[in-house]
T-cell receptor, first 113, second 112 residues
Framework: KQEVTQIPAALSVPEGENLVLNCSFT??????LQWFRQDPGKGLTSLLL?????REQTSGRLNASLDKSSGRSTLYIAASQPGDSATYLC????????????FGQGTRLTINP | NAGVTQTPKFRVLKTGQSMTLLCAQD?????MYWYRQDPGMGLRLIHY???????AKGEVPDGYNVSRLKKQNFLLGLESAAPSQTSVYFC???????????FGSGTQLSVL
């Protein structure tokens, strides 16, 4: 059974720092991996999607990497801002049972001004 | 451009009552999904649809039914609500050729 783990559960850093969020998964037979942002009381917003054949994706100050063989992905946030405060979730789409995304529990990020 | 709209946003039910959650998307997406989000459990897929008139079970389908009579709408029904169905429910959609999911803002349901 695929399990997705995000550590730490919460992270607090001062504004301006570069930071890395981690996501690990137990089964490397994935179709893709997606990073989401969730603001309190809101739905999820897709940030970056990495196909299984790709190593990384970039969007603005965000960079996501994927190492399928080791079952790990990282989300790098450069020059963090208070507006980046949110919960960040990763999810893998399985090759089998293709419509199912397996989500991690998320990392709650707080950027302190 | 509304995206994915869920109604209602909040609801309180008594055990045994029924209700329907409505999800509407205006992006002409083929795929639609219902998830529930619970503390310590993350998001779990309830049911999904790959097109108008089709539905399929997800990870936790028991106690729920769905219908997709129109491409833009995906309804989630609870026939006899139970306290274990207290949760935040999210609808999501995506187009045929893109994996990126678009989520609604959620429905907070409490079953007493």
């Amino acid at each position: 059974k695929q399990e997705v783990t995000q550590i730490p559960a919460a992270l607090s850093v001062p504004e301006g720092e570069n930071l890395v969020l981690n996501c690990s998964f137990t089964d490397s037979a994935i179709y893709n991996l997606q990073w989401f942002r969730q603001d309190p009381g809101k739905g999820l917003t897709s940030l970056l999607l990495i196909q299984s054949s790709q190593r990384e994706q970039t969007s603005g100050r965000l960079n996501a990497s994927l190492d399928k063989s080791s079952g790990r992905s990282t989300l790098y946030i450069a020059a963090s801002q208070p507006g980046d405060s949110a919960t960040y979730l990763c999810a893998v789409r399985l090759i089998q049972g293709a419509q199912k995304l397996v989500f991690g529990q998320g990392t709650r990020l707080t950027i302190n001004p | 451009n509304a995206g994915v709209t869920q109604t209602p946003k909040f609801r309180v039910l008594k055990t045994g009552q029924s209700m329907t959650l409505l999800c509407a998307q205006d992006m002409n997406h083929e795929y639609m999904y219902w998830y529930r989000q619970d503390p310590g459990m993350g998001l779990r897929l309830i049911h999904y649809s790959v097109g108008e008139g089709t539905t399929a079970k997800g990870e936790v389908p028991d106690g729920y039914n769905v219908s997709r009579l129109k491409k833009q709408n995906f309804l989630l029904g609870l026939e006899s609500a139970a306290p274990s169905q207290t949760s935040v429910y999210f609808c999501a959609s995506r187009p045929w050729v893109d994996e990126k999911l678009f989520f609604g803002s959620g429905t907070q349901l409490s079953v007493l």
